[in-house]
């Protein structure tokens, strides 16, 4: 089974922090995604990246960096957190790009901007 | 811009009660879809997929999903829910002009009442 772990379930910061989120998968997957979760938008892409050390943005790259010097681990970075930026953060991996290869996810960071 | 939409985003049934969600989308060339589903405090999992074949797909837990181009429709079905089928179901697509990258519909939350 396709592992994808994140490095937390629950995290409550401060307006202004740097904000690490981590994520590992097991399958040597070439590509991983970073997702935000919003009820009533469904899942909107952040980053992602096809190989070590590429990214390209998603949907809404605004406020967000990413980092990926391994494969298996894809990092998304919040510089300086805002209250807008309280959601739902879905880490996901494919073997291949695209096409119908299966995205597998990981159980999500809910993270909370005070 | 391409978009999926599911039009329901609340629905509650009873138990043996026959289901079906809507998807739709908008893009007029090659599609390959998707539903995928988050039960409660799981991960998001593949449900069903479609790329090419026979549009009626039968995927895990004894749902099934047909695929009318002609209505730009993916539309999910079960014949008799259960209490288990509680959960979130998304609806995505990815085509070449969204370089195979999913989008996704905003949601459907089904609630199984016992």
């Known amino acids: 089974d396709v592992k994808v772990t994140q490095s937390s379930r629950y995290l409550v910061k401060r307006t202004g922090e740097k904000v690490f989120l981590e994520c590992v998968q097991d399958m040597d997957h070439e590509n991983m995604f970073w997702y935000r979760q919003d009820p009533g938008l469904g899942l909107r892409l952040i980053y992602f990246?096809?190989?070590?050390?590429?990214?390209e943005k998603g949907d809404i790259p605004e406020g967000y960096s990413v980092s990926r010097e391994k494969k298996e681990r894809f990092s998304l970075i919040l510089e300086s957190a805002s209250t807008n930026q309280t959601s739902m953060y879905l880490c996901?991996?494919?073997?291949?790009?695209?096409?119908?290869?299966?995205?597998?996810f990981g159980p999500g960071t809910r993270l909370t901007v005070l | 811009a391409q978009s999926v939409s599911q039009h329901n985003h609340h629905v509650i049934l009873s138990e043996a009660a026959s289901l079906e969600l809507g998807c739709n989308y908008s893009y007029g060339g090659t599609v390959n879809l998707f539903w995928y589903v988050q039960y409660p405090g799981q991960h998001l999992q593949l449900l069903l997929k479609?790329?090419?074949?026979d549009p009626l797909v039968k995927g895990i837990k004894g749902f099934e999903a047909e695929f009318i181009k002609s209505k730009f429709s993916f539309n999910l079905r079960k014949p008799s829910v259960q209490w288990s089928d509680t959960a979130e179901y998304f609806c995505a697509v990815n085509t070449l002009a969204s370089n195979y990258q999913l989008i996704w519909g905003a949601g459907t939350k089904l609630i199984i009442k016992p």
């Open positions: 996901a991996s494919s073997l291949l790009a695209g096409g119908v290869n299966e995205q597998f």
């Open positions: 990246s096809y190989d070590v050390k590429m990214k």
């Open positions: 479609y790329f090419s074949g």
